[in-house]
């Protein structure tokens, strides 16, 4: 009985459609149809609604100017064709085939707000096979496949576009059930729902390329497969009407899943990736002016076992990624977003002077009734690990945590995607890292992330606006210009799991980026930095806490680069001798090194900064210069306050530094100063540096090494000669092999100041280092 | 000259002032442990050259265009630094020139760590955080070389260039380096 309703429920659906418009067949036409088994229905359409509204709680989401039509002329219909029938088994078969057709919905806003999310278009045709048919016990089931070709969408905000051209979707599902069965307790009192379950779920994606005004940003393409299962439940998070969802998802393991970003031929490829993830008390509410989203839960894992940068031949070796956003009622730290239709611009008055003028220009073309979206953040990720898996042995950054809010805006504007982002408020902190698996015990050394300027620990309250355009270096790719500022920040850089080390406190961080282009290349990522300057302002180096901590006095950094760079290759050292020079292991031995292989993966960053010489900015905003300030002796802002008066105290200043070509700062500067790093992750010689027990009590002499008993590596002797099998159990850690290297680094003046003077005096009237080459070979540990 | 001579006293007695005395390895196992990093390998400078001598860039100035193999001596194959200590453009340089060699050492740490106790009783009232810097037990030199030299330019390739050697120096062996350097801030930030 139910199965039949359900069946009457949705021919009525279909009905209603043809309802819509049909145009009567010509006798030709009719004489050329054949009859068959089932119904075949051929319909074409223009459908023209003016909005439709999903009220919730009383407040509207509208679509307005909804529109279905030809894509070669939108006053004309599509057509379509369904083929209808009922299988043996009962099963209730509808194959739609789609010509041609466009979607256009000309705007969408919440309880008529003056600004919209913009103006968006599909252009596609599709060929779908859907099979129902009702369970035993009650419910449908049933399986799915679809196509979708030279499809095409478009999203316009203000009369500009960014669209994905040729578009192709592939999906199909071996078996859905769908039920009205879902028990929900999770708030208190039970409700029933829908369950949705789909097992293998399988889509492929390919988009021929994400382009502004006709120029590429890149292709994506990507296969996944999974399985899911989807509770829904009537009523929200606020009100009484609403939507929540809970959903288990499982990323089925297979290596034919992947994703990849192409640019001009060459990738960036994620493949044979597995995982789940889970959400729960997903809900979606309409607000007075915003559409909210929100989670108490969301936890998953990813594995990805294969990235490749450019080179498909060399792997830089796999990824696991870890994690638990959750809830925090007792600080009262949640996971939401606010989808707000339009440009809502940031308050400029509380603005750091700083980044005020920036953020003013970057919105001066829009107001009130400008289209564009923009979201409110908040996030708490309650815990998180990463994983890098380098020729098997594997560094885990543990204890990730980090909680925050921002405000976010993007639209599109002349050829550009603007992105501002304000109010980025928060903390992050890393506990430290495990090295060998995941279980093994947490260590320190999350300094060695410095070297990538991935910092342990910090709080943030970050303005940002960014303006991405179409084309990178050569042809296709990203560029990027943008103006950021770092407000009062506190930064981490060697702490323990209790926050005591040495911390940058009171960071105000100035940036500003200037044709910053991404292309991904044969060789990896480049990334080309046309023109940069910057202000890092340190209140206070401390040493212990970040508030009470000592004070080692104020440090600032300025910065004025163009041309530099950076590319991320793919590989590592290979097979280095440490200690000595050689070109295989028996000459690098006999010279007094050690030989070490350090595989095939691993990862090669190549760094060119150019400093430039002091002097006006491209545009003409700014007068830049490469500086180093440290300053100490400050005056108090009021006794026992522990906060200083900036340029009060005395200053050694090393100023205008600059690289060139080897001939004077008149001289080009192509070369700059290079330093290339070759990362791997090795097993490390670690040596007792005195005779007795150590802090473990654990004994051993001087100069014994440190190996694991076993591969679980939570617990270790010290050996005097170690066996082959034994260091492969010897600690592992980042073995680095760099270059640094310049034709010319040269420093105008090195300088001191006085407080009770206006102008610094000079110590050294210049210096100039030329044709440095210098190479090392370091392995760094974790300890404990 | 004088100046230079200054503000290298000056550096060094900074250090003595951050100083603290060696601790005995029952003291060492009193301090609280933390996090930190081990390290070892080598550290080689010029030992093919440095970039201007790259003799397959035409851009580089001839009087750096030699060959620089390992075994080459060229004087222009290391790295050079000048410090102008007069008063700028009247005055000479002070040079470290032709700059090579190479220092491998086992074993320095890098940790912070805090020190509450020990001392001779000091520790507790320290009570604060220290950036160690562990000493590897030995650092090897081999080949290392410099030359100290005045000039009347910054650069070889500067008109009217000129220099004159003082002394060569070449460092081959072992130095025994142990012990912890402890680094805190102090005085009035």
């Given at each position: 009985m139910k199965f039949k309703k359900i069946i009457l429920f949705i021919l009525g659906i279909i009905q209603s459609s043809l309802a819509v418009s049909l145009e009567r067949l010509s006798d030709s036409t009719l004489s050329n149809v054949q009859g068959q088994a089932g119904l075949t229905v051929e319909q074409s359409q223009l459908l023209n609604i003016a909005d439709f509204s999903y009220i919730d709680d009383g407040n509207s989401l509208t679509f307005e100017g909804i529109r279905i039509s030809s894509q070669t002329d939108v006053n004309a219909s599509s057509s379509q064709r369904y083929v209808i029938d009922i299988a043996a088994d009962g099963a209730l078969s509808v194959q739609t085939t789609v010509n041609p057709t466009q979607l256009h919905i000309k705007g969408i806003r919440i309880n008529n707000s003056m600004g919209s999310f913009g103006d968006l278009t599909l252009n596609f045709e599709s060929v779908t096979d859907f099979t129902i048919k009702g369970m035993h016990l009650g419910g449908l089931e049933g399986r799915f496949t679809t196509g979708i070709s030279n499809a095409e969408m478009i999203w316009q905000t203000n009369g500009h576009a960014m669209s994905f051209d040729n578009i192709s979707f592939n999906a199909s599902i071996d078996n859905f059930t769908f039920e009205y069965d879902a028990i929900d307790n999770t708030k208190g009192f039970s409700r029933t729902g829908l369950a949705l379950?789909?097992?293998?779920?399988?889509?492929?994606?390919?988009?021929?390329?994400?382009?502004?005004?006709?120029?590429?940003?890149?292709?994506?393409?990507?296969?996944?497969?999974?399985?899911?299962?989807?509770?829904?439940?009537?009523?929200?998070?606020?009100?009484?009407?609403?939507?929540?969802?809970?959903?288990?998802?499982?990323?089925?393991?297979?290596?034919?899943?992947?994703?990849?970003?192409?640019?001009?031929?060459?990738?960036?490829?994620?493949?044979?990736?597995?995982?789940f993830l889970n959400l729960t008390n997903l809900t979606f509410d309409i607000e007075s002016d915003h559409l909210a989203i929100a989670f108490d839960q969301m936890d998953g894992s990813f594995t990805a076992e294969k990235i490749l940068m450019g080179d498909s031949t060399r792997p830089i070796g796999s990824m696991e990624l870890n994690f638990l956003f959750e809830d925090d009622l007792l600080n009262n730290r949640h996971n939401r977003w606010q989808l707000y239709p339009g440009i809502r611009?940031?308050?400029?008055?509380?603005?750091?002077?700083?980044?005020?003028?920036?953020?003013?220009?970057?919105?001066s073309s829009l107001g009130p009734a400008s289209e564009g979206l923009s979201i409110s953040t908040q996030w708490n990720l309650a815990n998180a690990d990463l994983s890098y898996i380098d020729d098997g042995r594997r560094v885990v950054i543990s204890g990730i945590e980090s909680y925050g809010s921002a405000n976010t805006t993007i639209d599109v504007r002349d050829q550009k995607i603007a992105i501002g982002i304000s109010d980025l408020k928060g903390s992050y902190s890393i506990d430290g890292l495990r090295i060998g698996n995941k279980t093994a015990?947490?260590?320190?050394?999350?300094?060695?992330?410095?070297?990538?300027?991935?910092?342990?620990?910090?709080?943030?309250?970050?303005?940002?606006?960014?303006?991405?355009?179409?084309?990178?270096?050569?042809?296709?790719?990203?560029?990027?210009?943008?103006?950021?500022?770092?407000?009062?920040?506190?930064?981490?850089?060697?702490i323990d799991d209790t926050g005591e080390g040495i911390w940058a406190t009171g960071v105000n961080y100035d940036i500003h980026l200037r044709d910053i282009t991404f292309d991904v290349e044969s060789e990896g990522l480049k990334i080309h930095r046309g023109e940069q300057w910057s202000t890092m302002d340190i209140a206070n180096v401390r040493w212990g806490n970040k508030t009470t901590g000592l004070s080692l006095g104020r440090v600032k950094l300025e910065r004025f680069e163009q041309n530099s760079s950076l590319a991320i290759i793919p590989g590592g050292a290979g097979q280095v001798c440490v200690g000595a020079t050689a070109g295989n292991a028996t000459a690098c031995n006999s010279g007094g090194g050690r030989w070490e292989?350090?595989?095939?993966?691993?990862?090669?960053?190549?760094?060119?900064?150019?400093?430039?010489?002091?002097?006006?900015?491209?545009?003409?905003?700014?007068?830049?210069?490469?500086?180093?300030?440290?300053?100490?002796?400050?005056?108090?802002?009021?006794?026992?306050?522990?906060?200083?008066?900036?340029?009060?105290?005395?200053?050694?200043?090393?100023?205008?530094?600059?690289?060139?070509?080897?001939?004077?700062?008149?001289?080009?500067?192509?070369y700059g100063l290079q330093a290339n790093l070759n990362i791997d992750v090795y097993e490390t010689k670690v040596l007792k540096k005195s005779t007795g027990a150590d802090a473990n009590g654990i004994a051993g002499n001087i100069a014994d090494e440190l190996i694991y008993d076993n591969t679980d590596r939570d617990s270790y002797s010290y050996v005097a000669s170690p066996n082959s099998?034994?260091?492969?159990?010897?600690?592992?850690?980042?073995?680095?092999?760099?270059?640094?290297?310049?034709?010319?680094?040269?420093?105008?003046?090195?300088?001191?100041?006085?407080?009770?003077?206006?102008?610094?005096?000079t110590v050294f009237y210049g210096v100039v280092m030329q044709n440095l080459n210098l190479t090392t070979n370091l392995t760094a540990t974790p300890i404990q | 000259m004088i100046k230079i001579m200054l503000v290298i006293l000056c550096f060094f007695n900074t250090l003595n002032l951050l100083a603290l005395e060696p601790l005995a390895e029952e003291e060492m196992q009193q301090v609280l442990g933390q996090g930190g990093v081990y390290l070892s390998g080598d550290i080689t400078i010029n030992e093919?050259?440095?970039?201007?001598?790259?003799?397959?860039?035409?851009?580089?100035?001839?009087?750096?265009?030699?060959?620089?193999?390992?075994?080459?001596?060229?004087?222009?194959?290391?790295?050079?630094?000048?410090?102008?200590?007069?008063?700028?453009?009247?005055?000479?340089?002070?040079?470290?020139?032709?700059?090579?060699?190479?220092?491998?050492?086992?074993?320095?740490?890098?940790?912070?760590?805090?020190?509450?106790?020990?001392?001779?009783?000091?520790?507790?009232?320290?009570?604060?955080?220290?950036?160690?810097?562990?000493?590897?037990?030995?650092?090897s030199y081999g080949d290392v070389s410099y030359t100290l030299a005045n000039s009347s330019q910054a650069r070889p390739t500067d008109t009217g260039f000129n220099q004159t050697d003082i002394l060569n120096v070449n460092l081959d062996g072992d130095v025994s380096l142990r012990g912890n350097l402890l680094l805190f801030p102090t005085g009035n930030p």
């Amino acid at each position: 009985m139910k199965f039949k309703k359900i069946i009457l429920f949705i021919l009525g659906i279909i009905q209603s459609s043809l309802a819509v418009s049909l145009e009567r067949l010509s006798d030709s036409t009719l004489s050329n149809v054949q009859g068959q088994a089932g119904l075949t229905v051929e319909q074409s359409q223009l459908l023209n609604i003016a909005d439709f509204s999903y009220i919730d709680d009383g407040n509207s989401l509208t679509f307005e100017g909804i529109r279905i039509s030809s894509q070669t002329d939108v006053n004309a219909s599509s057509s379509q064709r369904y083929v209808i029938d009922i299988a043996a088994d009962g099963a209730l078969s509808v194959q739609t085939t789609v010509n041609p057709t466009q979607l256009h919905i000309k705007g969408i806003r919440i309880n008529n707000s003056m600004g919209s999310f913009g103006d968006l278009t599909l252009n596609f045709e599709s060929v779908t096979d859907f099979t129902i048919k009702g369970m035993h016990l009650g419910g449908l089931e049933g399986r799915f496949t679809t196509g979708i070709s030279n499809a095409e969408m478009i999203w316009q905000t203000n009369g500009h576009a960014m669209s994905f051209d040729n578009i192709s979707f592939n999906a199909s599902i071996d078996n859905f059930t769908f039920e009205y069965d879902a028990i929900d307790n999770t708030k208190g009192f039970s409700r029933t729902g829908l369950a949705l379950a789909m097992d293998n779920f399988d889509f492929s994606f390919s988009t021929g390329a994400l382009s502004l005004s006709g120029v590429s940003l890149g292709e994506l393409s990507g296969n996944l497969a999974l399985s899911a299962n989807l509770q829904v439940f009537g009523g929200g998070r606020n009100g009484a009407q609403g939507l929540t969802m809970h959903s288990q998802i499982s990323i089925l393991s297979d290596p034919e899943n992947y994703v990849r970003y192409t640019d001009d031929g060459n990738s960036l490829f994620m493949g044979d990736f597995s995982g789940f993830l889970n959400l729960t008390n997903l809900t979606f509410d309409i607000e007075s002016d915003h559409l909210a989203i929100a989670f108490d839960q969301m936890d998953g894992s990813f594995t990805a076992e294969k990235i490749l940068m450019g080179d498909s031949t060399r792997p830089i070796g796999s990824m696991e990624l870890n994690f638990l956003f959750e809830d925090d009622l007792l600080n009262n730290r949640h996971n939401r977003w606010q989808l707000y239709p339009g440009i809502r611009q940031p308050d400029f008055n509380t603005m750091p002077d700083q980044i005020k003028s920036y953020a003013q220009n970057f919105y001066s073309s829009l107001g009130p009734a400008s289209e564009g979206l923009s979201i409110s953040t908040q996030w708490n990720l309650a815990n998180a690990d990463l994983s890098y898996i380098d020729d098997g042995r594997r560094v885990v950054i543990s204890g990730i945590e980090s909680y925050g809010s921002a405000n976010t805006t993007i639209d599109v504007r002349d050829q550009k995607i603007a992105i501002g982002i304000s109010d980025l408020k928060g903390s992050y902190s890393i506990d430290g890292l495990r090295i060998g698996n995941k279980t093994a015990p947490i260590q320190g050394g999350a300094e060695l992330l410095l070297s990538l300027e991935v910092f342990q620990a910090m709080d943030f309250d970050i303005d940002g606006f960014t303006e991405i355009t179409a084309g990178g270096a050569s042809g296709g790719g990203i560029r990027i210009d943008g103006d950021y500022f770092f407000n009062n920040a506190n930064i981490g850089l060697s702490i323990d799991d209790t926050g005591e080390g040495i911390w940058a406190t009171g960071v105000n961080y100035d940036i500003h980026l200037r044709d910053i282009t991404f292309d991904v290349e044969s060789e990896g990522l480049k990334i080309h930095r046309g023109e940069q300057w910057s202000t890092m302002d340190i209140a206070n180096v401390r040493w212990g806490n970040k508030t009470t901590g000592l004070s080692l006095g104020r440090v600032k950094l300025e910065r004025f680069e163009q041309n530099s760079s950076l590319a991320i290759i793919p590989g590592g050292a290979g097979q280095v001798c440490v200690g000595a020079t050689a070109g295989n292991a028996t000459a690098c031995n006999s010279g007094g090194g050690r030989w070490e292989d350090r595989g095939e993966q691993g990862m090669t960053i190549a760094l060119k900064s150019a400093f430039a010489n002091a002097g006006l900015t491209t545009d003409g905003s700014a007068f830049a210069r490469n500086r180093l300030t440290w300053e100490n002796n400050r005056a108090e802002t009021s006794p026992g306050s522990g906060e200083y008066i900036n340029d009060s105290g005395t200053q050694i200043i090393f100023d205008n530094y600059s690289t060139n070509d080897g001939a004077g700062i008149s001289d080009t500067n192509n070369y700059g100063l290079q330093a290339n790093l070759n990362i791997d992750v090795y097993e490390t010689k670690v040596l007792k540096k005195s005779t007795g027990a150590d802090a473990n009590g654990i004994a051993g002499n001087i100069a014994d090494e440190l190996i694991y008993d076993n591969t679980d590596r939570d617990s270790y002797s010290y050996v005097a000669s170690p066996n082959s099998a034994q260091k492969a159990l010897r600690p592992l850690g980042f073995a680095v092999q760099g270059n640094v290297s310049f034709k010319e680094l040269n420093i105008d003046a090195i300088q001191l100041k006085h407080q009770n003077v206006a102008s610094p005096q000079t110590v050294f009237y210049g210096v100039v280092m030329q044709n440095l080459n210098l190479t090392t070979n370091l392995t760094a540990t974790p300890i404990q | 000259m004088i100046k230079i001579m200054l503000v290298i006293l000056c550096f060094f007695n900074t250090l003595n002032l951050l100083a603290l005395e060696p601790l005995a390895e029952e003291e060492m196992q009193q301090v609280l442990g933390q996090g930190g990093v081990y390290l070892s390998g080598d550290i080689t400078i010029n030992e093919n050259g440095g970039p201007l001598n790259d003799l397959a860039d035409s851009s580089n100035p001839a009087i750096w265009q030699k060959n620089c193999t390992g075994v080459s001596t060229h004087k222009r194959c290391g790295a050079r630094i000048a410090v102008n200590a007069g008063d700028g453009a009247n005055s000479g340089w002070l040079v470290l020139d032709n700059i090579r060699g190479r220092f491998s050492f086992e074993g320095m740490t890098l940790k912070t760590r805090k020190i509450d106790t020990g001392f001779g009783g000091d520790g507790a009232l320290f009570n604060n955080n220290v950036l160690e810097i562990g000493l590897p037990n030995t650092v090897s030199y081999g080949d290392v070389s410099y030359t100290l030299a005045n000039s009347s330019q910054a650069r070889p390739t500067d008109t009217g260039f000129n220099q004159t050697d003082i002394l060569n120096v070449n460092l081959d062996g072992d130095v025994s380096l142990r012990g912890n350097l402890l680094l805190f801030p102090t005085g009035n930030p």
